[in-house]
């Protein structure tokens, strides 16, 4: 606990902090590349034929996806806290490539843990995470995937507490971290706001995003939450099936997702009769996780934001799709988000404005989508 | 007072400190486990049962590997509990749950305190709960005549191990450095500073582990603590055992090297 109240404090104190938000608002701006674009995909757009589809391009940030808004704020909340090396964890690679790469920006030594299996989806982004000078550490243990990862990395954590900063790439874990990764994602839903004003003089009808631990979609969502007509829906994995062990799709009825503890928090999990936390899985290495950041549980409970399922198949279908249709070859998890807006859009009207969050190129995925397509 | 007060009130009588085994319940298997139970209970003060959990994560690789062997035997908590109940009609000695929270939460807090003293044991420790967490599970505990065990460690601050002072009963559990569990070639100075910290705010026993894998540690470790846990030791050589059919008689030889209550 002690170290996670020093987290807590440092983090505060840093929010309230001009030089400590200026410094990261430079970074953001000239080493991540924001504000990014909020694109209108025409041609997608009419293929639905109903609502009109802006894409947030958070695929075109430095490392290829949404994960450097994070990364580059904890690793400057790591330096004030006087901590040297940074641990990682990492699914699909993209959390591990930005943590490598602001660890090389600020100097810092850098360790990710990474499933075994992940290391073998992700072949490429591991080998990136070495170029950036990162040690990646194979981890062997239950599932070899993400949760795996975070298990170790919180292990190596309180091991090395003394000098050592937990970087955490979702929106869960224990507190402060989903806070953080909220505040810090956030940027995405603040611009897009901003953005789709300039553009349209109105704010969107519906927001849609992908959620694994939910980093993305709670930032493109937070900034919205308090527009009640805004209709939100996160995506989750659907894999190849309801059953357990088959998809991560927590909140799916009978797929075996109820309220649970792991790693710290209280969320939805995955898990058998037992309490033991279940496997999951899903094409899409980052959405490949049992449990769910605790905001979304509660946004859940709530009923704020609607959550649903894609399977890997209509998945691999809309990764194809938005490539030939607008030329962007989106990351697998974020063509569960384009899956689903093709849906949505097609019943909502001419005219209304649906944003989705393209979180992540798909560069990583092209393996992967190569190996599916061949079966 | 509980059979854990007693036990150490008996043991500090005597001028004797104690010894904490542990071992993961079904691994191999619970059969296995109630032998085990049996056997150790001959060397033990206590004895912290494991519930296995799929995501181990104070757990060092030892324990872990101990996890996913039992958890393949696919068992639930109440399997775990009669297993337990049937060794100590054989051999009564107190003993807690070890666990994560999942298990326990999942099987309802209410009934996890019935079950665990309908089964004799005396109380749980819950590595993921924290004090500020762990109101209601601890009233449901309490009210079954249980302790609730905490968890300390070298990082806590003086706030922290009031609050645990506050609300600890039967014993305290000092983790020995910072880390998981696993063996360690030397016991950090820290332990001891932590057990002298812990005693000006509680009259408790304490008890310290993590690390701990031979007799001379566990002598060094009996100066200044009340008891002594030692798991992953335990527990590698249970692995190292496997498929012996001399592995409950062994890992009972294997304690008393490590500690003899006479002496």
Redesign the interface.
């Known amino acids: 606990?002690?170290?996670l109240?020093e987290l807590t404090a440092a983090y505060l104190a840093s929010r309230d902090d001009q030089s400590f938000q200026s410094e990261l608002k430079d970074l953001l701006q000239n080493y991540a590349g924001r504000p990014t674009p909020l694109f209108h995909a025409a041609r997608l757009t009419e293929h639905c034929g109903g609502a009109t589809i802006y894409l947030k391009r958070e695929d075109l940030l430095h490392t290829g996806a949404h994960k450097i808004n994070n990364t580059l704020g904890q690793v400057l909340l790591a330096r004030r806290m006087n901590k040297q090396r940074i641990v990682a964890e990492t699914g699909a690679g993209q959390h591990g490539v930005a943590s490598a790469t602001v660890c090389a920006l600020f100097g810092l030594n850098c360790v990710v843990y990474m499933g075994a299996e992940d290391m073998r989806r992700q072949e490429l982004n591991v080998f990136r995470m070495q170029l950036l000078g990162a040690e990646v550490r194979e981890v062997n243990?239950?599932s070899r995937t993400l949760?795996?990862a975070i298990?170790e990395a919180?292990?190596d954590w309180?091991?090395?507490?003394?000098d050592t900063y937990y970087l955490l790439g979702s929106a869960l874990g224990p507190h402060p971290y989903p806070l953080m990764v909220r505040d810090y994602q956030s940027v995405i839903g603040r611009e897009a706001r901003t953005q789709i004003l300039e553009q349209e003089g109105r704010l969107p009808d519906a927001l849609i995003a992908c959620v694994g631990g939910g980093s993305n979609s709670i930032g493109l969502f937070h900034p919205f939450l308090s527009d009640s007509e805004i209709r939100m829906i996160g995506v989750e994995a659907g894999g190849s099936g309801n059953e357990l062990g088959q998809h991560a799709a927590r909140f799916n009825a009978g797929g075996g997702g109820r309220p649970?503890?792991?790693?710290?928090t209280m969320s939805y999990?995955l898990?058998d009769?037992?309490?033991?936390?279940a496997a999951t899985h899903s094409i899409s290495a980052g959405l490949d996780y049992p449990s769910i950041g605790p905001e979304h549980a509660f946004l859940h409970d709530a009923g704020r934001v609607e959550y649903v399922s894609v399977s890997d198949s209509d998945a691999l279908e809309a990764f194809q799709l938005l490539s030939r249709l607008e030329g962007i070859i989106p990351a697998l998890e974020s063509a569960h988000a384009v899956a689903h807006a093709m849906k949505v859009a097609r019943d909502m009207r001419p005219g209304q404005l649906l944003i989705v969050n393209l979180s992540g190129r798909g560069d990583k995925d092209v393996n992967s989508v190569r190996e599916a397509l061949e079966l | 007072m509980g059979r854990i007060a007693d036990v150490f009130s008996s043991l500090k009588q005597q001028g004797k400190k104690g010894f904490i085994p542990y071992i993961t319940a079904g691994d191999p298997d619970l059969a296995t486990t109630e032998e085990l139970l049996v056997t150790l209970a001959q060397t033990a003060t206590l004895i912290e049962l494991g519930v296995p959990f799929s995501d181990p994560m104070a757990d060092g690789p030892v324990i872990q590997r101990a996890s996913e062997r039992a958890l393949k035997n696919n068992f639930g908590l109440q399997d775990l509990l009669d297993t337990a109940a049937r060794a100590q009609k054989r051999a009564d000695v107190p003993t807690i749950l070890f666990s994560y929270y999942n298990p326990l939460l999942q099987f309802g807090l209410k009934r996890v305190a019935q079950a665990v003293k309908d089964a004799g044991l005396d109380g749980v420790l819950v590595t993921d709960l924290t004090p500020e967490e762990a109101g209601e599970f601890e009233t449901e505990l309490h009210a079954h005549g249980l302790d609730m065990i905490f968890l300390i460690a070298p990082t806590s601050t003086d706030e922290r191990l009031k609050l645990v002072a506050e609300r600890a009963s039967g014993f305290i559990y000092a983790v020995s450095r910072a880390g998981v569990t696993g063996t360690r070639n030397t016991i950090s100075a820290e332990a001891e500073r932590l057990v002298n910290r812990m005693r000006q705010f509680s009259d408790l026993p304490i008890a310290v582990g993590f690390g701990i894998s031979n007799a001379e540690q566990v002598a060094d470790v009996h100066r200044y603590a009340d008891a002594v846990v030692v798991g992953s030791a335990i527990v590698a050589e249970m692995e190292r055992l496997a498929g012996s059919p001399e592995l409950v008689e062994r890992i009972g030889k294997f304690g008393q090297a490590l500690y003899q209550p006479e002496i």
């Open positions: 606990m002690a170290p109240e243990a239950g949760k795996d298990n919180l292990r309180v091991t090395n507490v003394g649970g503890v792991l790693q710290g999990v898990q009769s037992n309490g033991q936390v």
